[in-house]
């Protein structure tokens, strides 16, 4: 409703906005630096999804890292608090905005069962509370896991997204 949607922080739609910005004059740049070769492209990102996802890796970064996704997502004035409010209120908002409209929005991190206890639990819990997020450790060299993270984003997007990894990064 109009409500929820009011009772997101400003300050976190007018980062987004300028994220927005920037990202799509950076990949006309790339895009015009490739060259003409003639052929139209026709460019279908969503600066909210990857504003989104990299607003959750930073929630485990720290030191330069953070400094530097804070400045790329111009969040850097933004009290982590507030900032983390603001980004539940809005997915919630979002996906309440019309009843004539259907909005999924659908977050998870995979990790390694190796790797898995080294991730700090502040990281899955905030993840989890302000993202909405799923949160899955497998074995990364079961071939199965392939299917199992395929078959997550396949159900989660109406099958709109079908085979989204062709493999496993080893590292």
Not at 18 to 34: G, I, Y
Not at 121 to 142: K, M, N, R
């Given at each position: 409703?109009?409500?929820?949607?009011?009772?997101v922080d400003p300050a976190l739609p007018a980062a987004n906005t300028a994220f927005a910005v920037k990202l799509f004059q950076e990949l006309n740049a790339a895009e015009l630096a490739a060259?003409?070769?003639?052929?139209?492209?026709?460019?279908?990102?969503?600066?909210?999804?990857?504003?989104?996802?990299?607003?959750?890796?930073?929630?485990?970064?720290?030191?330069?890292?953070?400094?530097?996704?804070?400045q790329?997502?111009?969040?850097?004035?933004?009290?982590?608090?507030?900032?983390n409010g603001a980004w539940k209120s809005l997915i919630h908002s979002l996906e309440n905005v019309d009843?004539?409209?259907?909005?999924?929005?659908?977050?998870?991190?995979?990790?390694?069962?190796a790797f898995a206890p080294a991730v700090k639990q502040d990281f899955l819990d905030a993840v989890i509370e302000y993202f909405d997020s799923e949160v899955y450790t497998e074995d990364f060299g079961d071939p199965a896991t392939l299917e199992t993270?395929?078959?997550?984003?396949?159900?989660?997007?109406?099958?709109?997204i079908q085979d989204l990894l062709d493999q496993i990064p080893t590292d």
């Amino acid at each position: 409703s109009n409500q929820e949607a009011e009772d997101v922080d400003p300050a976190l739609p007018a980062a987004n906005t300028a994220f927005a910005v920037k990202l799509f004059q950076e990949l006309n740049a790339a895009e015009l630096a490739a060259g003409d070769d003639g052929d139209k492209t026709n460019l279908f990102v969503s600066p909210l999804s990857i504003s989104t996802a990299l607003s959750m890796v930073y929630q485990g970064a720290t030191g330069e890292t953070r400094t530097a996704i804070a400045q790329a997502l111009e969040v850097q004035g933004i009290d982590p608090v507030v900032l983390n409010g603001a980004w539940k209120s809005l997915i919630h908002s979002l996906e309440n905005v019309d009843d004539d409209v259907i909005l999924a929005i659908a977050d998870s991190v995979w990790m390694d069962d190796a790797f898995a206890p080294a991730v700090k639990q502040d990281f899955l819990d905030a993840v989890i509370e302000y993202f909405d997020s799923e949160v899955y450790t497998e074995d990364f060299g079961d071939p199965a896991t392939l299917e199992t993270i395929n078959g997550w984003v396949e159900d989660h997007t109406n099958g709109k997204i079908q085979d989204l990894l062709d493999q496993i990064p080893t590292d």
